[in-house]
């Protein structure tokens, strides 16, 4: 339950909070969907810097996780479709740390890893008004994501505590999506300025199974995919057939 993974005072202020009040009566999950939409403006535990108010999204978290959401309820937050709710990155965003507090630790990364390849970025600051400036804190989804994976708190607060196995089975696989996070925003940059993922081409791509480790291997672009304009496909020189691989996962010479 919430009291019991969240940081006490953050917890108690926000069951104290009159915002979260009205919420308690508030028992079907598409009322708070659309609560996210119409008051959700950032992710921080915190109204602002100066007052320990809680935030509109961390008194509708609480009270989602209250309701402990179903498996069905939890995929319609993360799946939140940007072209008919211009909100949906903050109900995407509500969606991961629900469960970073929620989730059983052995899923956690299965949960979060369908993150790691969305660029799109939101505001995640309190705004504060310094003479005509305003500062906004942008921030990618999938660095979000990767974050509340690799940090035990949250702009200060404690999250809950990841078992040191699976902690550093976390870090190993964030080392590699961080890296073909990294390749993938260099190789679609190169792809515009030198069109240099045309068929034919020579590569090394990273080659995944179920049975194997993850290996670069030699190979050729055979096609690009006509559903995911960063999908390849792959004839490897020591495999048969051809193999789908993400362009963050593609190697190409200079």
Not at 58 to 70: A, K
Not at 85 to 109: E, F, H, N, Q, V
Request: with cysteine.
């Amino acid at each position: 339950s919430a009291s019991t993974v969240m940081n006490p005072i953050l917890y108690r202020n926000v069951i104290s909070n009159e915002y979260f009040r009205s919420l308690e009566s508030m028992t079907e999950f598409d009322d708070l969907y659309e609560e996210i939409n119409t008051n959700v403006t950032h992710v921080l535990p915190w109204q602002s810097e100066a007052t320990r108010a809680p935030s509109s999204a961390f008194c509708i978290l609480v009270r989602l996780m209250q309701l402990n959401l179903t498996y069905e309820q939890m995929k319609s937050l993360l799946q939140s479709d940007e072209d008919s709710d211009p909100s949906a990155i903050y109900c995407k965003a509500i969606g991961l740390l629900y469960l970073r507090y929620m989730a059983i630790p052995s899923t956690l990364y299965q949960w979060v890893e369908i993150f790691f390849r969305d660029d799109e970025e939101f505001s995640n600051n309190v705004m504060v008004q310094k003479a005509e400036i305003m500062n906004v804190e942008r921030v990618r989804l999938n660095e979000f994501a990767m974050g509340l994976l690799s940090s035990p708190t949250y702009h200060g607060t404690q999250l809950p505590r990841i078992p040191v196995l699976i902690e550093k089975k976390h870090e190993i696989l964030l080392k590699i999506a961080r890296d073909q996070m990294h390749r993938r925003r260099q190789n679609v940059i190169r792809r515009e300025e030198e069109d240099c993922f045309e068929n034919g081409r020579k590569v090394l791509a990273l080659y995944v199974d179920a049975n194997t480790e993850p290996a670069w291997f030699n190979g050729t672009i055979a096609s690009r995919d006509q559903s995911d304009p960063d999908g390849y496909w792959i004839k490897f020189n020591d495999y048969d057939g051809e193999i789908l691989v993400n362009i963050g996962d593609i190697s190409v010479s200079k």
